[in-house]
């Protein structure tokens, strides 16, 4: 079974640039996260899809982040403009429904690293 | 405020020595309770997940026991590996999943 697809995984930025993320899900996962982690912090959930619908995005920055997960399937995160703060690993889940509604077997990409120069 | 805490932030054993990670959290309404370990660059990879009406789950030399009372979680790894070595993370579901900020683990050969 093919994991969680994540791109790029490297990317530096200069500050009030943007720059986009991609993932795909496991197949047949209907719930979809993106989280942050900042370095030597735990992982912060910024947006949760179920199917194409947002969950929760309370704690998205939606100045400046904003995400879509088109179709139920691949989900984009953007950040624009980009600031030194948002330097960190971007990590997108998947889980399927019933799993994702008990916090069961959530899987993750290996994430996209940014640097904000 | 739902808060999930793992002290000590960085823990040294010598290898065959036993590793106790420990994870407190702040409201005891939980769902469930899991523990993930990371590599550096790398992602996280759920190692057990204990339902809030369960008390422990094991898997080979890996044991978590969950103590809602007291809003504490423990991991037990047996006989420790440098194969180990790794940043382990408490994660709480509360509708959705709170993570502490981890211990990182260095097994010594």
């Known amino acids: 079974e093919a994991g969680v697809a994540q791109s790029p995984r490297y990317k530096i930025i200069e500050k009030r640039q943007s720059v986009a993320f991609w993932c795909n899900p496991i197949s047949g996962h209907a719930t979809l996260y993106w989280y942050q982690q900042i370095l030597g912090q735990g992982p912060k959930l910024l947006i949760q899809f179920q199917n194409n619908g947002v969950v929760d995005d309370s704690q998205l920055p939606k100045d400046r982040f904003s995400a879509e997960r088109l179709k139920g399937v691949d989900s984009t995160l953007k950040i624009q403009p980009a600031k030194l703060e948002d330097s960190a690993v971007y990590l997108c889940a998947s889980s399927s429904l019933w799993q994702g509604r008990s916090g069961n077997t959530i899987y993750f990409g290996e994430g996209s690293w940014l640097t904000v120069v | 405020k739902q808060e999930v805490t793992q002290i000590p932030a960085a823990l040294s054993v010598p290898e065959g020595e036993n590793l106790v990670l420990n994870c407190s959290f702040t409201?005891?309404?939980?769902?469930?309770l899991q523990w993930f370990r990371q590599d550096p660059g790398k992602g996280l990879t759920s190692l057990l997940l204990i339902q809030s009406s369960q008390r422990e789950q094991t898997s080979g030399r890996l044991n978590a026991s969950l103590d809602k009372s007291s809003g504490r979680s423990t991991l037990y790894i047996a006989a420790s590996q440098p194969g180990d070595s790794a940043t382990y993370l408490c994660a709480v579901w509360w509708g959705k999943l709170q993570f502490g900020a981890g211990t990182q683990v260095v097994v010594t050969p």
């Open positions: 409201d005891s309404a939980i769902y469930n």
